[in-house]
Each structure stands twice: as structure tokens, then as C-alpha cells.
């Protein structure tokens, strides 16, 4: 990555102006990622967003890098298979809670335990915003909204605590009401040799009534803030991701470590990323003649 960038965070914009819903907590999102592009002297070009089905996955017209927005709950497996084609790209995946909590919860599970070097965000506003307000798999038990005219039912999914439990090797939580603070944990995310996950708590102004701009700031506890907290330490990441949110909710790096990456036992990219691989004189017939 070169410091020496002389891009500025609107060079990361298309023509194309955002249609969030005035006050969305996607706009925050959207300026620290570009914020973070930045300092981290990355081009346009050198950056892949994949984006689920949601309010989150219309950045794909507001952000200007390569992009493809994927089916409702795949932008996992779209960035994984994207990643391991060219990895020289920056890969950044998008999704909201509703993507990636709900029907895309397997490919969270297995890509965090699989370790490729690419960044998941999740947009997580705990509700489904762009069908207008159903419950999501993150929305509290007891919440009353158009798919739960009586209240939920369930305890919430907490993606926090799935990223620990399934291996991932960095795991962080956002707020984007504190931009600041979100691009340098994008920054971190990006910058991290492993697969980094970015839980964003993102107020959905429109349809969550419960979790506000101000319900979060009365909790909100910066982790990098307590000198006796360590990202090293799995066990307390773990106890802390399982905080009583009516007391506090720790944002931060809740836990980071080194391991060995998924492209790292791959010999077919050892030399240089699939998409450089010269396949003109390959004669596929042999193989397939096998199958007739
Ligand atoms: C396979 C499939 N099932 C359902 C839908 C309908 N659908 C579109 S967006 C959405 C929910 C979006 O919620 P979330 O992922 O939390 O994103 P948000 O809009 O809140 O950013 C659903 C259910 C779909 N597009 N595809
Ligand atoms: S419905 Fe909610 S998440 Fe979607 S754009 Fe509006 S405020 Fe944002
Ligand atoms: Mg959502």
C-alpha cells in the first residue's frame, strides 16, 4: 500500500448521488471507507466491493471501485471466489444484517474459519430496511415491527460473538456515528493479513425506532480506551461481546491475531494470481472425454 496517495475521499464517488434516506447510518459508513481507502493510499483500481441485497448493497452505485453486487445473502462466497482469482485485489465485502446474520449466515460461519485476506462489513442497522422494516436475525426479542406485530420472540443473533467462536482473526465493532474512529478501524481491517470482520452498528433512522444515533452514544465504550483490555485475548473478547447492551456496548478491535492464510496453501496462485496465468494452450478436451 503507498502513503504517498494523492487521492482525496470524493475520488472515491461515481456520478451517481446516494438515495439513502436523509440521516442514514450508511452515509457514515460510506465516508470512513472512503476516508480509509485513502489513508491507506489504495487506488480506485485496486479495490473489488462486493455487495449483498439491501439498503448497504446500493453503495455498489456510490462507490466508485470495481464492484458486484451479488444475490441476497452471497457476497461472501462471491468475494471469496473473487479474492482467490486475482488476490493482488483489495477485496471488500458489504452486507447487511439481515445478509449476512440471516441467509448468509453459513458463508459467515465458514469464511471466518477459513481465513482468506479480505474484509467483511457488516452494515448492521437490525432490521431489513429495504423491504421496509421486517425483523432481522439481529433485531431484540420483544421488538414489535411488520413481521412481528407481537414482539419478537427470539434472542438475537450476535455476530460478534459468531466471528470469535468461528475463527476469525480479526474481529471489530464500528459505530457510524464516529466516523473517525470507523476509518481507522476500516484502515486496520484492511491492512490486517487474515479475514477481517467489521460488525458497523448502523442506525436505520427510517425503520428502527429503538436503536437511535443517541441510544448508541449512551453506551457506546471504546475497548483501545481501557488499558487492561488485550485483542489478544480470545476468553475476555469473547465475555465482552456478550456485554449487557442496556449498560454498555464496546466498540473497537476485540480481538486480532496472526495465522497462517487460506491463499497460503494454494500453489496454483503461489507464483502469481490466477487471472495472470496464461491458459490459450491448455487443451480441455482430454479431461472432458473423461465424462462421456
Ligand atoms: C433470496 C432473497 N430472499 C429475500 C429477498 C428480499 N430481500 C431483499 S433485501 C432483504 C432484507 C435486507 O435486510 P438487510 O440485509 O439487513 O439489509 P438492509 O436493507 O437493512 O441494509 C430481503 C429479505 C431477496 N432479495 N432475495
Ligand atoms: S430504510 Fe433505513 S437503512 Fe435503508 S436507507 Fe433508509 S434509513 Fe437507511
Ligand atoms: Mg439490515
Redesign the pocket.
Known sequence: MNKNNNLKPKDFNTHIKPTWCTGCG?YGIWNALKKAFVSLGLKNHQILGVY??????NGTNFLKTYAFHA???RALPVATGAKLANHKLHVVAM??????A??GGNHFMHTCRRNINLTYIM?D?R?????TG?A?P?TDRGTRTKSTPSGVLESPVNPIAIALASGASFVARGFSGDTKHLSGLFSEAIRHRGFSFVDVL?P?VTFNKKNTYEWYRKRIDNLQEDQNYSKKDAAEAFKRSNQDEEEKIPIGIFYQEEKPLYEDGLKQIERKPLVDHVINDIDINKLLNNYF
Open positions: 450508511n449483498g441485497i439491501g439498503c448497504s448493497g444475490l441476497h445473502g452486507a447487511g444484517d439481515g445478509d449476512g440471516g441467509i452494515h442497522n432490521v431489513y430496511g429495504l423491504t421486517q432481522a439481529t448502523q436505520c
